[in-house]
């Protein structure tokens, strides 16, 4: 089925100088958001960045949330993240499937065909020129002819381990990709004709995050196209933001990651066993040996102190930056499936379905090695946070391109007849923070379908 990282993801797009900021009488200009958006990394990872390939996207981002609306894909806000000097985050309504579904729509129109469970095996060439691929359709090679060119929109290589384990190292080959389908497909494509591909080890993540909920977050369940999406999108543009902040503390209880914090303050990892098996507080040895364990999956334990604690600002269990913050009640109420309490230990860890005595016996393990009384786990009521796992979020790795997305080889020279955008073509630029990936993935995605109406060669 269409949809990709794109798919599950929350659908920020963050972009300046847009019409939304104009409305709400915000002046920006794309060269600030250069400045800001190199403040979200590292400066070991920063330092990798293409610096005029992210500007010159960030000069086009603003009209392509513009095309997009015209489409019908709606947005609120903008909202702040800092470091941002000014709101820049413009929230899909109702979530990203909205994308999906837009865009799907508009190729109907356009007279396209989307072809599902059609894996491109290789891309076919005629001299250095990339003409078309094949692809095995219901069991059978089937060749497809490009006249204008192929374009890459394959997405990361999250949950390919051997490429990360190739470019990252062999102790991470164990952590999946938070999408499945995330297999690298268009890097592989790229590389076996010659394409340079860069900043492969570099990729966000890994970090903890909670198991998806077994049925459908709630925004999945709104219309995110046509008429019902527009009235929802003026609906949503006029709520208070008491509630606003209520619909994004949902969606932040479904896709963000515990903080460190928490570890910091005292809780600890265990198996499904019960075991604790690492020192909570190092990253990434930590994430490497939550994927080390049975069924890969770890829960965090909270005694009253704890729960006590993260139960009001400025301590908080997971956050969307200056937007929402969830707490402890949050995840009780909102994701119960899980948070598992008890006012002894024992029950909160028969609700996880874990061994009562096996975690209590490690727990008591814990406390005699902790000299600081006020760092033991002694009080309830006791909450334990799981099942999590580690996961890599997405990939910073991409195929080197030029600006009119044009597929770069080892020595900086154009592969005729092939593009890369989004995820594939990252071209070497570092785009953390929220809602630069979907920028980019639209923003690509919109101006390779000029570039292929232009070229020649």
């Known amino acids: 089925q269409p949809g990709g990282t794109t798919g599950i993801a929350v659908g920020s797009f963050t972009a300046a100088d847009t019409s939304l900021q104009r409305a709400a009488g915000i002046v920006d200009h794309p060269q600030d958001h250069a400045i800001d958006a190199a403040k ?5 990872i920063e330092a990798a960045n ?16 513009d095309w997009l609306r015209g489409m019908g894909v709606s947005f ?7 470091p941002n000097r000014v709101p820049r985050m413009h929230n899909v309504v109702p979530g990203a499937k909205a994308y999906i579904a837009s865009l799907q729509l508009a190729l109907q129109r356009a007279g396209g065909k989307l072809i599902c469970n059609a894996h491109v095996q290789s891309l076919e060439r005629n001299g250095n020129r990339v003409v078309g691929v094949r692809a095995v359709i219901d069991g059978r090679l089937s060749p497809f002819h490009a006249r204008r060119g192929v374009v890459l929109a ?20 164990g952590i999946e990709g938070i999408n499945p389908f995330a297999g690298g497909d268009g890097h592989l494509l790229a590389r076996e004709i010659g394409a340079r591909l860069i900043n492969m080890e570099i990729t966000y993540g890994p ?48 896709w963000q990651h515990p903080e460190n ?82 006012k002894e230990l024992a029950q909160a860890a028969a609700a996880a379905g874990i061994d009562p005595q096996r975690l209590a016996a490690t727990v008591a393990r814990v406390n005699a090695d902790r000299r600081d009384a006020e760092s033991r786990l002694v009080r309830g009521p006791w909450v ?20 009119r997305l044009q597929v770069l080889d080892e020595q900086g020279r154009v592969i005729p007849g092939l593009y890369a955008v989004g995820q594939n073509g990252l071209g070497g630029m570092i785009l953390w923070g929220h809602g630069l ?21």
């Open 207 to 254: 970090e903890l995050r909670f198991v998806p909920a077994s049925k459908r977050p709630f925004q999945q369940a709104l219309p995110s196209s046509g008429l019902p999406a527009r009235i929802m999108g003026l609906v949503a543009r006029r709520m208070p933001a008491w509630l606003m902040r209520r619909l994004i503390k949902r969606l932040l209880v479904t």
């Open 261 to 342: 914090a928490l570890f910091d303050d005292g809780a600890i990892l265990v198996n499904r066993r019960g075991e604790r098996f690492v020192d909570e507080t190092a990253w990434p040895e930590r994430e490497i040996a939550v994927a080390a364990q049975p069924e890969k999956l770890a829960y965090i334990v909270l005694d009253g102190r704890l729960v006590q604690r993260y139960s009001a600002w400025p301590h908080f269990i997971s956050t969307a930056p200056d937007i929402a913050y969830a707490y402890v009640k949050d995840y009780q109420r909102l994701r119960p499936d899980v948070s598992h309490t008890g």
């Open 76 to 82: 609120v806000g903008p909202s702040p993240e800092p």
């Open 384 to 403: 334990l946070l799981g099942p999590l796992k580690a996961w890599f979020t997405t990939t910073e790795g991409g195929v080197a391109i030029n600006e």
């Open 437 to 457: 990936h979907i920028a980019w993935a639209m923003t690509s995605g919109r101006l390779v379908g000029i570039a292929m109406t232009q070229d020649t060669d």
């Open 50 to 65: 293409h610096t005029e390939l992210r500007q010159y996207f960030l000069r086009e981002a603003a009209e392509t949330l």
């Open 154 to 173: 394959a997405g990361d290589y999250a949950n390919n381990r051997a490429l990360i384990a190739e470019f990252k190292g062999e102790q991470f080959g």
């Open 40 to 44: 979200f990394a590292d400066p070991a």
